[in-house]
């Protein structure tokens, strides 16, 4: 059974950072494409950032090009996303998602996590 596990959420001060992890089980998370999706209360589910598998193309939401960081331990079997410089608006639960192949849209992704509530404080 495959599972994805969010971890690294919590409240922080505008400014602070936050690195969220992304752990699998049965599944190697190294063969695939991962993105880190957000929603915010009210708001559609959008795509903050992807890398693919092979973790030669990495694309970001523009709300948070500069600021966010995605990365893969191969060793760890896990997928990071390094939150810097956050702000209120990124308030919103995030999810790490598995697929063939990278990008924002929700599509394409087969094996999602519950999420981890992101809380930032203004």
């Known amino acids: 059974q495959v599972q994805l596990v969010e971890s690294g959420g919590g409240l922080v001060q505008s400014g602070g950072s936050l690195r969220l992890s992304c752990a699998a089980s049965?599944?190697?998370?190294?063969?695939?494409?991962v993105g880190w999706f957000r929603r915010a209360p009210g708001k559609e589910r959008e795509g903050v950032a992807c890398?693919?598998?092979?973790?030669?193309?990495?694309a970001y939401a523009s709300s948070v090009k500069g600021r966010f960081t995605i990365s893969r331990d191969k060793a760890k079997n896990t997928v990071y996303l390094q939150m810097n410089a956050l702000k209120a608006e990124d308030t919103a639960v995030y999810y790490c998602?598995?697929?063939?192949?990278?990008?924002?849209?929700?599509?394409?992704?087969?094996?999602w996590g519950q999420g981890t509530q992101v809380t930032v404080s203004s």
């Open positions: 890398i693919s598998n092979s973790d030669s193309t990495t």
């Open positions: 049965g599944l190697t998370l190294n063969y695939y494409a």
């Open positions: 998602a598995t697929g063939d192949v990278p990008g924002l849209a929700t599509v394409g992704y087969d094996y």
